[in-house]
């Protein structure tokens, strides 16, 4: 199984077409059942994180995710356009604890990283274009289509 | 699928029902219905999520921002959530230490009830 | 809701993918719930047949699936980029019935094709750039999200 | 959702019970079992396919192809389908002409010994 790729306009509901995508295709791919919800919630995260930003920076131009799998693992990259200025800030400010603390009524932007984190045993973030890529990958079994 | 809310009232405790998915689509009907709640003067919820079928940060930022308006009235916001992949996110953010979790609806209002 | 675009590699089970996304993008975008399943066997074929058709001409150039939608109707474009020689041919042998007294053991390729179009009530077959577009719509309720 | 194939005889005729999807990912699998029944000798099937979620023009090859085999042999093969989604399709390629196509698995029985 090569690759499937979705692109999409920065809109909440289109979140919810990348999950069901990125779910579907992991399971196909051979990703264990156990690990199809974190799949969802990882994906999820980088989408909503996506959207948000390109709502601010670029609301015209689509948001990628590429789904691919090797002999190992199954892949997801979600590639943004939006400067990656606010990446560092929002690393540092990735816990939700602290937010309750504070006077915002937001959780900082960080808080969707820190999940997928969490939950992907491999992450990498990192610079693609003017924007930013987040890749995460799950073990696949080897035998399946 | 699509969210689901609705709210009762019980003991003087306002319980929210919520059913479904709270994601970046759906968060920002929770948040109206928070906001309108703690505006009507109900200070002490309790969400009861037990039938949530997901749950992300934008959901867990909606949770969070009533908790605050509450405190900002000396009330409380209290979960009820026994799924495992749900109270998952909770530990993953640290969350678990500043909502109180129960297993039942009636848990969380006895437990409220017991620490006023 | 604007464009959401899949691409994929022939491979039969992105089909289903496919279908799948065309399915739940339709449903977002309006479309009647009486109609999900022309959108979901149209679609379907329409990928089925540019799955073949590349498996035969271009096994490493993916297809490409757009959805969008205006103020009236949901659109499925799926574009192949196989050399569009045999439509003719296969716009001509559309009869599922005579493949039945026929000596050979496979329906005719255009048999997809005559589904699609007494299927989706507006359909469109053209060229795109080396290959073959079908594009197919269905209305949508305009109160929709 | 996946393809479930079972088969079994009943009155000197062979039905098989198709559950799921037949798309061109799953129609391999259903022609081999075609192939393969008739290469047992099975001439006269009865396909019952009322657990058929959705059927495209690749499925509708393979029940041509296992039909053209079968009659080689004198054979039959029927079809037992009510529903309406399913139906569709062979209205729109008119092989309702080509297909005996039955309510039940019982009726398509009475009805191929009717015809012997
Ligand atoms: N901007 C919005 N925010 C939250 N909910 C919305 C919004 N727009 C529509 N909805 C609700 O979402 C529903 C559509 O959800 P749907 O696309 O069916 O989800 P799913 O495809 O996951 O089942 C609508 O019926 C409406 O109630
Ligand atoms: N090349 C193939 N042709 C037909 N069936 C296959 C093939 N490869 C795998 N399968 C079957 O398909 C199943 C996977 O289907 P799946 O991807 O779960 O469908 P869905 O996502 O629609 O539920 C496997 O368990 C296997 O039985």
């Known amino acids: 199984m090569a690759t499937v790729e979705v692109t999409f306009t920065p809109l909440p509901a289109h979140v919810r077409t990348a999950r069901l995508v990125a779910t579907a295709v992991a399971r196909r791919s051979g990703v264990d059942e156990s690990l199809l919800d974190e799949v969802r919630l990882a994906v999820g995260e980088a989408c909503s994180r996506a959207v948000e930003a390109h709502r601010k920076h670029c609301p015209r131009m689509p948001i990628r995710v590429a789904l691919t799998d090797d002999a190992e693992r199954f892949e997801v990259v979600v590639t943004d356009a939006a400067p990656a200025d606010a990446l560092p800030a929002e690393l540092a400010h990735s816990s939700a604890t602290q937010a309750v603390d504070g006077v915002i009524h937001q959780l900082p932007p960080g808080v969707g990283l820190a999940v997928i984190t969490g939950l992907a045993d491999d992450v990498r973030i990192s610079p693609a274009g003017a924007g930013t890529s987040i890749a995460m990958s799950w073990k696949r079994h080897v035998d399946a289509a | ?116």
Chains 1, 3 share one sequence.
Request: net charge neutral; proline share 1%; aromatic share 6%.
């Open chain 2, 1 to 116: 699928m699509d969210l689901k809310l609705g709210h009762y009232n019980k003991d003087g405790i306002e319980v929210v029902d919520v059913e479904g998915e709270i994601d970046v689509y759906t968060a920002p009907r929770l948040r109206e219905l928070l906001i309108d709640l703690v505006n009507k003067k109900n200070y002490q919820l309790v969400v009861n999520m037990e039938k949530v079928e997901f749950l992300d940060s934008t959901g867990l930022g909606v949770l969070v921002g009533g908790l605050k308006r509450v405190r900002a009235h000396d009330g409380s916001l209290d979960l009820v959530c026994t799924q495992e992949r749900i109270l998952k996110i909770f530990r993953i953010t640290g969350l678990t230490k500043v909502f109180g979790i129960h297993d039942s609806v009636d848990q969380a209002i006895t437990a409220r009830k017991a620490e006023k």
